[in-house]
Antibody
Framework: EVQLLESGGGLVQPGGSLRLSCAASGFIFNNYGMSWVRQAPGKGLEWVSAIFPSGGRTWYADSVKGRFTISRDSSRNTVYLQMSSLRAEDTALYYC?????????????WGQGTLVTVSS | QAVVTQEPSLTVSPGGAVTLTCGSSTGAVTSGHYPYWFQQKPGQAPRTLIYDISNKNSWTPARFSGSLLGDKAALTLSGAQPEDEADYYCLLAFSGTPVFGGGTKLTVL
């Protein structure tokens, strides 16, 4: 069974930084791309970023490009989202997701999310 | 960036049928957009119902089906159940970049 456990969310001031982690289990981590998707309170889903198994190919939404960095550690079966220059509009529940295949950017199996609040 | 459009809300009677659609601002939706459909109930994470137009996961009830309908992707629910009341999101990929629709709030009433 696929399990994805996000952590690292919290309250951060505008302009600050935060690193989210997602520990994966129940599948062969190195065979799948991984994604982050966010959902602002009361709003819809927004795809944020994806990374291929090798880590060499990454994808970002325009809204976070240049501020967020996705990475993965195969030895820990963990994917990360380093967020910097945070803004109020980054406030959201951040979901980690396993993609359908190695060259896929589309989220398919989801974690329960970690909440990020950007506020002074 | 492309915009993906969905009906904001729909209502279906118990046992009835309803079709949700997913359009693209760039033109007709095709298999190359790899249409996905997700269901999200209050307080829960989304879960994938349909992938690549019409493929189902093992947990997808048989009453849900996906298709291309005209120039859009479509999710059809036949025989609605009270537990189908939820938000439904479609997703299309544009040259590999996923874009979610705004979601459809489906009420079973």
């Amino acid at each position: 069974e696929v399990q994805l456990l996000e952590s690292g969310g919290g309250l951060v001031q505008p302009g600050g930084s935060l690193r989210l982690s997602c520990a994966a289990s129940g599948f062969i981590f190195n065979n799948y791309g991984m994604s982050w998707v966010r959902q602002a309170p009361g709003k819809g889903l927004e795809w944020v970023s994806a990374i291929f198994p090798s880590g060499g190919r990454t994808w970002y939404a325009d809204s976070v490009k240049g501020r967020f960095t996705i990475s993965r550690d195969s030895s820990r079966n963990t994917v990360y989202l380093q967020m910097s220059s945070l803004r109020a509009e980054d406030t959201a529940l951040y979901y980690c997701a396993k993609n359908r295949g190695p060259a896929a950017t589309i989220p398919d199996s989801w974690g329960q999310g970690t909440l990020v609040t950007v506020s002074s | 960036q492309a915009v993906v459009t969905q009906e904001p809300s729909l209502t279906v009677s118990p046992g009835g049928a309803v079709t949700l659609t997913c359009g693209s601002s760039t033109g007709a939706v095709t298999s190359g957009h790899y249409p996905y459909w997700f269901q999200q109930k209050p307080g829960q994470a989304p879960r994938t119902l349909i992938y690549d137009i019409s493929n189902k996961n093992s947990w997808t009830p048989a009453r849900f089906s996906g298709s291309l309908l005209g120039d859009k992707a479509a999710l059809t629910l036949s025989g609605a159940q009270p537990e189908d009341e939820a938000d439904y999101y479609c997703l299309l990929a544009f040259s590999g970049t996923p874009v979610f629709g705004g979601g459809t709030k489906l009420t079973v009433l």
